[in-house]
């Protein structure tokens, strides 16, 4: 065999076995299969790590062996097999090249080999070692150190999140990076979590005072809203929605009263004190329910005699009429509870009791005849009653309406005042009693207008005497109305009327009090003194209609 077809047999070196002649010198052939191969300059490499360092062209830099990668979950060992021990892996500076460098041996030009690379004939290869698990690394030397960067080091700062060499199980060199998004959507995540953790432990710190030397006050649990129907929260929760408050409009002046519903229809009933100044003429009424609903009203009907008046609301759904009781059997003593709009405070709730039965009262009015007085015998209170509470219901103990608050008496009044007059409440209220206050209602209701009762005779309202005086005067009206209940009786001019039923009165207002609480048609005994003498007279009501 020729030396050409020697060579082309023979195995081809590594590409790092190749010859590098330095400049100016031939480069020589390879050994053939009968030379001695030259002696490697290194020991093999077990770990077959490429040459590493700056080496010079006659003194290259010994190799620096760098632990393989572990996958992150490790590398199994043969059974029985101990791991090698692991060398910290540190910056080895290249070593120092000497003051005089070794001449070429003679003969040939020696062959420049950058990179010692052993021969395939010079050594067996060791049997592979298990992987050592990687080991920690040291820090990062400083920006300015002398040496050189670490590629193992991770700097988490840097552009991009690059992570370490070969880091997950990646390839050598390549640089596996993050997305920048992802830091910012984890950022976030911690930031939330972090600031509702505060947030929370903040407020139990604000709410149960988690910080020493905080004083927290002990308190009770809200408990139960429900109340006992028969008490006063009870009855307000009841009767509050049916009670409305009224504010009114007209000749000038306006005015603010209460009232309460009385059926389904829309009939509300208030006092005509509080109505007045829109009768006459371009008024307005206004009705706000306790819930905040406001609606229109219109005037059905009014009594000025009777304090009295109703109006009614169109289009309002969802109303809560109050149930009557009977003011017959109410008692002095009874527990009472008064709603209204004391100075335009709508839903007040007062209570008292019943302070006394049958009190003879006149409000309002100015007129020399006593057309515009309103007659009252009246159920008395100390509930609290104010200007505004006009027309507003004076319920029972069982919810049930009993009277009208209508009328004070304020601390300087000489008489009694409308409830919607200025003045405040001393404990003297009065209220119309509902059973003469439904008659009234139905009355105005059904036919606009109201009755009364009468007895057809002219009372002398200056008599200073005891008792009430039928007039002696002929002159402006006559004494005694002809065909008339009190001429039936007997009743003559200048009897004086001592009692009714039995009940004493001591004047002319009371007698026309007391005749107002019954009916048309409605049978009385009066008592009369004639000429210094007692006598009994019995007679039947008569009806008069309101002007």
């Known amino acids: 065999m020729d030396e050409g077809k020697a060579r082309a047999s023979a195995p081809k070196p590594h590409w790092w076995h190749r010859r590098r002649t330095p400049e100016g010198v031939p480069p020589q052939p390879l050994a053939g299969p009968g030379d001695t191969p030259a002696a490697p300059l290194h020991a093999p490499d077990p770990y077959s790590t490429p040459p590493y360092g700056r080496p010079g062209p006659w003194a290259p830099a010994p190799p620096v062996q760098r632990p393989a990668l572990t996958p992150p979950q490790g590398t199994p060992l043969a059974p029985g097999a101990t791991p090698p021990p692991m060398a910290p892996a540190v910056y080895a500076p290249p070593p120092a090249e000497p003051a005089t460098r070794p001449q070429p041996p003679a003969g040939p030009a020696a062959e420049h080999i950058p990179y010692p690379v052993p021969q395939p004939q010079a050594a067996p290869q ?3 070692q298990p992987q050592p698990e990687p080991q920690p690394q040291p820090h990062p030397a400083p920006p300015n150190s002398a040496l050189p960067p670490d590629p193992w080091a991770y700097d988490p700062w840097a552009v991009g999140g690059a992570l370490p060499t070969a880091a997950y199980g ?6 596996v990076t993050v997305a920048r998004g992802r830091i910012v959507v984890g950022a976030a995540v911690v930031a939330l979590v972090a600031g509702g953790i505060g947030g929370g432990v903040g407020m139990y710190l604000e709410r149960d005072g988690g910080v020493a030397g905080r004083v927290t006050l002990p308190q009770s649990g809200a408990g139960s809203v429900d109340r006992a129907p028969g008490s006063v929260a009870g009855i307000a929760a009841r009767a509050l929605p049916g009670v ?4 009114v409009r007209g000749g000038g002046d306006q005015s603010t009263g209460t009232g309460f519903v009385l059926d389904k229809k829309g009939h509300i009933l208030t006092n005509n004190h509080v109505v007045q100044s829109a009768a006459s003429g371009g ?4 009705v706000t329910f306790n819930g905040g609903q406001t609606a229109k009203a219109d005037l059905v009907g009014r009594d000025g005699g009777y304090d009295l008046a109703v109006i009614k609301v169109s289009g309002v759904s969802g109303l809560t009429p109050l149930p009557l009781g009977n003011s017959d059997s109410v008692r002095v003593g009874d527990s009472v509870i008064a709603i209204g709009a004391p100075f335009d405070l709508a839903g007040t709730v ?7 039965k049958g009190r003879p009262i006149t409000a309002g009015g100015k007129k020399q005849d006593g057309g515009d007085i309103s007659y009252v015998d009246a159920l008395q209170t100390d509930a609290p009653i104010n200007p505004g509470n006009s027309g ?3 319920m029972d103990s069982q919810a049930r309406v009993i009277g009208i608050n209508s009328a004070i008496r304020s601390a300087g009044d000489s008489e009694s005042r409308g409830a919607g007059g200025q003045g405040g409440s001393i404990g003297l209220g009065f209220a119309i009693p509902i059973n003469s206050a439904r008659r009234v209602a139905e009355e105005l209701i059904n036919t606009g207008k109201a009755t009364h009762p009468v007895i057809g005779v002219s009372l002398d309202m200056a008599y200073a ?3 009430a005086r039928v007039n002696a005067d002929g002159s402006k009206a006559p004494a005694v109305t002809p065909g008339g209940p009190a001429e039936k009786a007997g009743i003559r001019a200048g009897d004086v009327i001592k009692k009714v039923d039995g009940v004493p009165v001591h004047a002319a207002q009371e007698l026309i009090v007391k005749i107002r609480g019954h009916r048309p048609g409605d049978s009385l005994s009066l008592t009369l003194e004639r000429e210094g003498r007692e006598q009994i007279a019995r007679l039947t009501l008569g009806s008069a209609t309101s002007g």
């Open 283 to 286: 008024g307005s009424i206004s």
């Open 350 to 356: 007062t209570t008292g009791i019943i302070s006394a």
């Open 392 to 394: 507003g219901p004076l």
């Open 244 to 247: 409305v408050t009224i504010h």
């Open 126 to 128: 060791p049997e592979p």
């Open 465 to 467: 005497g005891d008792g």
């Open 170 to 175: 990646a390839e050598p060199g390549k640089r």
